[in-house]
């Protein structure tokens, strides 16, 4: 029968192989997420270290095999709901390949000695790669010399992850084939690639249909420069529809267009970006194109640690991240 360890030491991976009647290295794969171990032998291991309490100690792993096993991601720090699901896509997958995650905020607006800055820290940390969710292509050349040293990858927008402008064109072209003769436009923050990338996708479509762009309405993704760009939307009585760059913008042009007597989607259909969970909730329900956050954070995971442990992240199947258009009920054909 299996011995017991002492009760005046903590549980070690030879205490575990005892018990499961495996080697120790066979222990030390399975914690360390390596798929290499029979599902049936893994499951022993697990149970035994369930019964004993054993618990890995980081540094000792790091020392003894020179690995962290540590992503590490940098946000901007905003409180928007794309950050968060992105991030949970990156723990989905970090979890399941035996990684765990440090993620440090960069404030809105910061520059970029600042991303630097965190950059280095989650390097001094012990990082294995690191995946960068911020809205910028981080030219710097100092920037670039940690690109290129270290694993990263982008969990935003990697080409062809979500195209954003085609995220503009199901807006428009949905709003333009319910009968609208124009379609207004209110932007996310000028700092933010998307909103440059959604603006050209939703000029290009109106200027395909012979119409004229009208002026764009500048936001900041805040419900609040929503709810302002909503009251100047509502004194334009031509103005039947408009795409919202996110849904939370939207929530506030809603309100700002029920203030001033204006109907959603009565008087003006309203359609918006991101279809984060309040969106089929709002009042009316929103129109908005949905964008795969989490395909997004799991593609990026999944790639930067392919490219640790030595492998062609191009070549990896990865998760489908096409916008999808859900139509609620904020838009409709117009009243004539």
Known sequence: MPRRPSPDRAPNQVDVARRAGVSAQTVSRVMSGQDTVRPETAQRVLAAVDELGYRVHGAAAALATGRTRMLGVIVVSNVQYSSAVISAGIEDVATHRGYTVTTTAVAKHAPIAA????????????????????????????????????????????????????????????????????????????????????????????????????????????????????????GILEATAVFVASDEMAFGVIRALHEAGRMVPDDVSVVSVDDIDLAAYASPALTTVRQPFRSVGRDAALRVITKIEGGDPDAQDFDITEPTLIVRSSTAAPAR
């Open 115 to 234: 991303f630097i800055d965190a950059f280095d820290r989650l390097e001094r940390q012990g990082a294995e790669g690191i995946i960068l969710v911020a809205p910028f292509e981080f030219e710097d050349e100092a920037m670039q010399q940690r690109l290129a040293r270290t694993p990263t990858e982008r969990g935003d927008r990697r080409a062809g992850v979500v195209d954003q402008e085609l995220i503009a064109r199901l807006a428009t072209e949905h709003l333009l084939n319910l009968g609208h003769d124009n379609v207004w436009h209110i932007s996310g923050d000028e700092g933010w690639a998307e909103t440059h990338k959604r603006r050209d996708g939703w000029a290009r479509v109106l200027n395909e249909r012979g119409i004229t762009p009208p002026p764009t309405i500048s936001g900041d993704w805040t419900p609040e420069s929503g709810y302002r760009a909503g009251q100047a939307l509502a």
